[in-house]
């Protein structure tokens, strides 16, 4: 079982005049990997308070997943919090879901999602829309629990149940 926490960055649903559809969106997708939330909250795009609650949220979870702040406005400030409080990121993770995004609107283009580990947590940005949540996370999903696994140490061979690859059996790359 994954411990997740859900953490929404966003004025207007800080201040109640907005729902909150992109957590519930995170929430129904989490059941997926068989993770129950541990700690959910709408807070203002406010840096400090953002740093505050991530290593907050880090105590309680193996997972802390954001949502909105991503973009390029003034107040899209996710990616620098984020920064501010994991040790190692994980590039990949946000070429995953740009690429991903591309598909579907060139907007993508502008995203700063990351991702990164806090201690023994993954912390991972998602956009803010519904729409660009079930986008994003449906492409990183499968590689969560695996990940979380080695950030714990419990995984200790990666290639354990992959196929043997020869040159009559290479592996599968779909790039782009």
Do not use: W
């Amino acid at each position: 079982m994954i411990r997740a926490a859900i953490l929404t960055l966003s004025d207007k649903g800080a201040r109640g005049e907005r729902e909150d559809k992109s957590g519930e969106v995170i929430r129904d997708m989490l059941t997926g990997i068989d993770a129950t939330i541990t700690a959910y909250e709408v807070i203002p795009d406010e840096k400090d308070l953002i740093t505050k609650k991530l290593l907050e949220f880090a105590e309680k979870a193996d997972l802390v997943v954001t949502t909105g702040g991503t973009g390029v406005g003034p107040r899209d400030v996710t990616p620098e919090a984020t920064r501010a409080v994991i040790g190692k990121e994980l590039p990949g993770f946000g070429e995953a879901m740009r690429r991903e995004g591309l598909k579907h609107t060139p907007r993508a283009m502008g995203s700063r999602a990351i991702a990164g580990i806090y201690k023994q947590t993954l912390i991972v940005n998602l956009p803010g829309s519904p729409k660009g949540v079930a986008e994003n996370l449906a492409v990183i999903l499968p590689v969560i629990p695996h990940t979380i696994g080695l950030i714990k140490g419990k995984v200790s061979d990666c290639a354990k149940d992959r196929e043997k690859h020869t040159e009559a059996n290479p592996p599968k790359t779909n790039l782009f």
